[in-house]
């Protein structure tokens, strides 16, 4: 939880002194921005992992800043934290939708802001684990990136068609499930009109040569005689 960089922006200087210094003592690195403009500038120059933002800016307000943050797509990751005047005002704020991760009413506890803070780091640094997971899987040498659609082995890329790409990615998600030609024929390319089973077999000789040391002796997508085909990581060896 240490040296984790947290911009405050607070236009009211005690309150954010306040902050910072509390912050700090908790072993946070912390950064002030006096308005929304400042703000922006540093964010898009800086690293956070969170944000206590204000609501009553001058120049660019809370809500605004907010929602560009969040539109953004190389800074939506980062936490958010709203402070706002009134309880009143978190109703409001949720009817907004602005992707905000939490809301803290002023007055607050120097404490229990740090606390929040703790928390929504937490809660971030889980669900951006679980997003990394499920967006490289991997496959002995194989690291497959489903949302870029690429495909590296030891950090080389390998070039795949669009089919090969879904049919290598088919049954390396299901490690060890032995799977047939005609099953594959309907998950891969659907309801296709002259599509034969031995296209599947076409397939996986063209991914084997891609991606395998030895294409007749391969070690990812295995073959199990008469049935189909199956990916082999995951199986006990
Ligand atoms: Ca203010």
């Not at 309801?191 to 084997?208: G, K, L």
């Amino acid at each position: 939880m240490e040296n984790k960089g947290i911009l405050i922006v607070e236009d009211e200087p005690d309150i954010r002194e306040l902050i910072k210094y509390n912050l700090v003592k908790q072993g946070f690195e912390a950064d002030i921005a006096g308005s929304g403009t400042e703000a922006l500038e540093k964010i898009r120059l800086g690293q956070y992992d969170l944000i206590l933002l204000d609501l009553m800016l001058p120049g660019i307000d809370g809500i605004d800043l907010c929602r560009m943050l969040k539109s953004d797509a190389a800074l939506s990751g980062i936490p958010v934290i709203i402070l706002t005047a009134r309880s009143e005002e978190i109703d409001m704020l949720l009817g907004l939708e602005l992707g905000a991760d939490d809301y803290v009413t002023k007055p607050f506890s120097p404490r229990e802001l740090v606390a929040r803070v703790k928390a929504v780091l937490r809660r971030c640094s889980a669900r951006a684990g679980r997003q990394t997971e499920e967006k490289l899987i991997k496959a002995g040498p194989l690291v497959i990136d489903t949302e870029r659609y690429l495909v590296t082995r030891e950090d080389v890329p390998v070039e795949l068609s669009a089919m090969e790409f879904k049919l290598l990615l088919y049954l390396v998600r299901r490690p060890g499930k032995v799977l047939n030609r005609d099953f594959l024929l309907d998950a891969i390319w659907g309801h296709e009109a002259y599509v034969e089973p031995r296209t599947v077999d076409v397939h996986v000789r063209r991914i084997r040569e891609k991606i395998e040391d030895n294409p007749s002796d391969p070690k990812i997508i295995l073959t199990k005689r008469g049935v189909g085909y199956y990916s082999a990581d995951g199986e006990q060896t």
